[in-house]
């Protein structure tokens, strides 16, 4: 807790929001909102450890050994398959190291990467979408129920029926009782000790 306390806000804290150039021109708009690629098919350690990862070149080589293999913007993903160096992505959220995050919690209670990233489906760079602040993470924490969702919608990009409040509001009102809510279902609690994200 004293390194805690010794903190400042320096321009490390706040780089963040700088823009990132990444190695490669990868455009989450044609991936994800125009071929549906679930957001797991390359962020497949998001549901089973703290870090969502980056997806291996060998991911990318599934879809670009057949298309666009001749393709200028994927010379470096074929140099990358060849000699087996893997491409640097580079991080855009980034918490200071005194904080401890994890995904795949997030991602079982119900946590969809819309409410924490934004629409990155209409993304042609990722930007970060929430100011990730101590008041942002502890916000939810409070009370985490309108921002609780089916599983099986984690990664959908808006509401299977919009306009008809939250994720939460609406499957609680579907269903004859409250045992239909997400919050209930996922076992969902306020988390506001500091321990929970200063360990
Ligand atoms: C499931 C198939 C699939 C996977 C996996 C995939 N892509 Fe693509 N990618 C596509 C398709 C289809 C297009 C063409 C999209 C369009 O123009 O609408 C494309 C387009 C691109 C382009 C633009 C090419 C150009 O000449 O304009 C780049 C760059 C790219 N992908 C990089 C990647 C990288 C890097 C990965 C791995 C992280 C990857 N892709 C994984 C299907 C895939
Ligand atoms: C075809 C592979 C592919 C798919 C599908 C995909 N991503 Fe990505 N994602 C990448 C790659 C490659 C990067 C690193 C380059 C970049 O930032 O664009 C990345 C970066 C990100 C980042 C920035 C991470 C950081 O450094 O802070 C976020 C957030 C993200 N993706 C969320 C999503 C979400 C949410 C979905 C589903 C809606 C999704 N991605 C679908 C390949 C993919
Ligand atoms: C509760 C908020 C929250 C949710 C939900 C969430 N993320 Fe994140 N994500 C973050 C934070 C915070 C970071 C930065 C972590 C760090 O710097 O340690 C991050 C970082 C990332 C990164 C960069 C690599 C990494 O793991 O640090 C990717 C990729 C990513 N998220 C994808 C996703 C995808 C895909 C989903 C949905 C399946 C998702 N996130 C759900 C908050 C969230
Ligand atoms: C939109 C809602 C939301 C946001 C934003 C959010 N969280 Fe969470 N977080 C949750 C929920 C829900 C849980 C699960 C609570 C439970 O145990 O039922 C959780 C659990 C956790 C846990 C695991 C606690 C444990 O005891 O195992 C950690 C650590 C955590 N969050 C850290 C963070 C950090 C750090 C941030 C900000 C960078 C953040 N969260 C932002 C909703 C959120
Ligand atoms: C849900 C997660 C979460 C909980 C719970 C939490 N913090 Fe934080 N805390 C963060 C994050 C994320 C940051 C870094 C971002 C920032 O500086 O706002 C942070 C930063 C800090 C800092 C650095 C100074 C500052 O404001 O930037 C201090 C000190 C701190 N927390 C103390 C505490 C104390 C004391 C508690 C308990 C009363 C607590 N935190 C509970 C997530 C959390």
Redesign the pocket.
Known sequence: MLLLLLYKRTPLATLQHEPVTQPIEFDHRHHVADDGID??YC?NT??TS?????PATSVCMNCHAQIWNQSPYLDLVRKSYFTGQAIEWK?????PDF?Y?N?SI??AKG???V???GRVDEMAEIHQGPD?QMSWCLD?HRNPKPNIRPRQY??AMIDPAPGQGTFETHFSESGSNTSQSPTTMNDVHSRTSCTTCHR
């Not at 703290?50 to 980056?54: P, V």
């Not at 991080?91 to 918490?95: C, T």
């Open positions: 957001c797991r962020h998001v549901e703290s870090s969502a990862g980056y991080k855009v959220h980034r918490l904080v995050f995904h997030h991602v946590v969809g990467c409410t924490c990233h990730m939810c984690i990664t």
